[in-house]
């Protein structure tokens, strides 16, 4: 299935790789859009319907939390699903997020089959052994 993801980190890189690990994950129909901070991300969410939005949570401006609290006041914005892709790993950050609105977390470094899980969880996606691309990328990041 094709879906429409936002992906706000603002490390242009970072942002790189993870869209690649989505598409080896086997969402290679998927469109990205990008954004550098949470108040990027929020113009976009203005613009856009979207049926995800994965994000950092340190970033200048408005960091992933802020987005999340933002997001969560407004009726049609609460109602998107968003991933948190960080090195924000203590349990009492990652209980923080998910009591913000988080739908998901992912702790960087991560793997395609990690990315892929937390994906089909959050937009109800059956797991499918060997959804992975298969053009031999085998890649940690």
Same mark, same amino acid.
């Given at each position: ?7 706000? /980190? @603002?490390? +242009? ?7 690649? $690990?989505?598409?080896? #994950?086997?969402?290679?129909?998927? =469109? %990205? ?40 006041? /407004? @009726?049609? +914005? ?7 892709? $960080?090195?924000?790993? #203590?349990?009492?950050?990652?209980? =923080? %997020? ?41 890649? @940690?990041?």
């Amino acid at each position: 299935m094709a879906y429409k993801m936002l992906v706000v /980190d @603002d490390s +242009l890189p970072m942002r790189m790789i993870i869209i690649r $690990t989505i598409k080896a #994950s086997g969402f290679q129909e998927t =469109e %990205f859009l990008q954004a550098g901070n949470g108040a990027e991300a929020l113009k976009l969410l203005g613009k856009e319907w979207l049926d995800l939005v994965i994000t950092d949570y340190n970033m200048p401006d408005m960091n992933g939390m802020e987005l999340i609290q933002e997001m969560k006041k /407004d @009726d049609i +914005l609460k109602a998107i699903p968003v991933l948190v892709v $960080t090195t924000e790993g #203590s349990k009492q950050k990652v209980d =923080e %997020f998910i009591e913000k609105g988080a739908s998901g977390y992912v702790k960087k470094p991560f793997t395609p089959e990690a990315i892929r899980l937390e994906i089909n969880k959050i937009l109800g996606e059956p797991e499918h052994e060997g959804s992975l691309d298969s053009s031999g990328d085998d890649f @940690d990041f």
